[in-house]
């Protein structure tokens, strides 16, 4: 039996008091939470235990059918409740101190098979992000650009192109793009994920995979924040979600953790379908050293050129 008792909280007077002293891990809360104060589009919960406050648990419809989890610890918890909840989430994260959000992961029984990102925050002074040549910011305007390289690359766990075209929207009205172009088309881009007067974050950062490894994530972060800070001295972080060229702030750790994640595409048949695609990939890499074809190795054992590159 759940030793737990939730309060479900039904406007933005009841959920701010409650969040806004949990910033900089709750800034996404804050954020949507004042832009639909009726909640309309998002659900909230405030978990007690004993008659104290323990955690907070908010979801927020991304579109139909899908939605993001928030769980705010303040105390270690361990229910199968909050379990299921996260496990039916399209995209989720965890906040709280570190061993408190260890413990709860530890729970999750698809933790091996999601993707990982740690957040970190930082507070920084105004001038600390120098500019950067190369980003500009991209208005409502280009917001069909915006969706087709989004759509391209990364996605954001939406199944159709109405889904992302009204995520990309949502954003775009928080503030504009920020974007690196080469020759006319869009190589890299971030969009601000929340905004208070004190903390911003971003979210979706994707580089054109092409491009990666070329520094344009970093270019992409001191835009965001020059671009958005609007006098903000705190940045949250970059939530990453499919797409590998995502990346965090990691300097000025605190205790404080947060853990976004984000469960694979599934179907029926996917498991075999992966074991086969893996199989496939390691025996068509003749130099690869987990899997090398017997004919590509010489009589001591060392690997040889393939036989069809030996001269004569």
Same mark, same amino acid.
């Given at each position: 039996?759940?030793?737990?008792?939730?309060?479900?909280?039904?406007?933005? @007077?009841?959920?701010?008091?409650?969040?806004?002293?949990?910033?900089?891990?709750?800034?996404? !809360?804050?954020?949507?939470? #004042?832009?639909?104060?009726?909640?309309?589009?998002?659900?909230?919960?405030?978990?007690?235990?004993?008659?104290?406050?323990? *955690?907070?648990?908010?979801?927020?419809?991304?579109? @139909?059918?899908?939605?993001?989890?928030?769980?705010?610890?303040?105390?270690?918890?361990?229910?199968?409740?909050?379990?299921?909840?996260? +496990?039916? &989430?399209?995209?989720?994260?965890? *906040?709280?101190?570190?061993?408190?959000?260890?413990?709860?992961?530890?729970?999750?029984?698809?933790?091996?098979?999601?993707?990982?990102?740690?957040?970190?925050?930082?507070?920084?002074?105004?001038?600390?992000?120098? &500019?950067?040549?190369? &980003?500009?910011?991209?208005?409502?305007?280009?917001?069909?650009?915006?969706?087709?390289?989004?759509?391209?690359?990364?996605?954001?766990? !939406?199944?159709?192109?109405?889904? !992302?075209?009204?995520?990309?929207?949502?954003? =775009?009205?928080? #503030?504009?793009?920020?974007?690196?172009?080469?020759?006319?088309? !869009?190589?890299?881009?971030?969009?601000?994920?929340?905004?208070?007067?004190?903390?911003?974050?971003?979210?979706?950062?994707?580089? @054109?995979?092409?491009? @990666?490894?070329?520094?344009?994530?970093?270019?992409?972060?001191? *835009? *965001?924040?020059?671009?958005?800070? +609007?006098?903000?001295?705190?940045?949250?972080g970059v939530r990453a979600t499919t797409n590998p060229g995502g990346y965090g702030l990691h300097a000025g750790q605190t205790d404080w953790f947060a853990a976004n994640l984000r469960p694979p595409k599934r179907f029926r048949g996917h498991q075999r379908l992966?074991? =086969?695609?893996?199989?496939?990939?390691?025996?068509?890499?003749?130099? +690869?050293?987990?899997?090398?074809?017997?004919?590509?190795?010489?009589?001591?054992?060392?690997?040889? +050129?393939?036989?069809?590159?030996?001269?004569?």
């Amino acid at each position: 039996m759940s030793t737990f008792s939730i309060e479900r909280l039904r406007t933005a @007077r009841e959920v701010l008091p409650l969040v806004e002293g949990r910033l900089p891990v709750s800034i996404d !809360i804050v954020d949507r939470v #004042g832009r639909t104060p009726q909640g309309s589009h998002w659900k909230a919960h405030a978990v007690h235990r004993a008659g104290s406050l323990v *955690g907070f648990f908010f979801q927020y419809r991304l579109c @139909r059918g899908k939605w993001e989890a928030i769980l705010l610890l303040d105390e270690p918890i361990a229910d199968a409740t909050f379990e299921r909840l996260v +496990n039916r &989430a399209q995209v989720w994260s965890i *906040g709280g101190p570190g061993d408190h959000v260890a413990t709860f992961l530890e729970r999750l029984p698809r933790l091996t098979r999601l993707t990982k990102l740690e957040m970190f925050h930082e507070r920084t002074p105004p001038d600390y992000w120098t &500019a950067m040549p190369g &980003a500009v910011s991209l208005g409502v305007e280009h917001s069909e650009r915006l969706v087709k390289f989004f759509s391209h690359h990364e996605r954001f766990g !939406i199944p159709t192109m109405a889904g !992302i075209r009204e995520f990309v929207g949502l954003a =775009l009205q928080r #503030g504009p793009a920020v974007v690196v172009e080469e020759d006319g088309e !869009i190589v890299g881009g971030v969009l601000l994920g929340a905004a208070t007067p004190d903390w911003i974050s971003l979210d979706g950062l994707t580089v @054109r995979p092409d491009r @990666r490894g070329a520094g344009l994530s970093t270019v992409l972060l001191s *835009g *965001g924040a020059r671009i958005w800070s +609007n006098g903000a001295v705190g940045m949250c972080g970059v939530r990453a979600t499919t797409n590998p060229g995502g990346y965090g702030l990691h300097a000025g750790q605190t205790d404080w953790f947060a853990a976004n994640l984000r469960p694979p595409k599934r179907f029926r048949g996917h498991q075999r379908l992966r074991v =086969l695609a893996l199989k496939f990939q390691e025996r068509s890499k003749p130099w +690869n050293t987990t899997y090398i074809r017997p004919e590509y190795r010489g009589e001591d054992g060392q690997l040889r +050129n393939r036989p069809d590159d030996e001269p004569g």
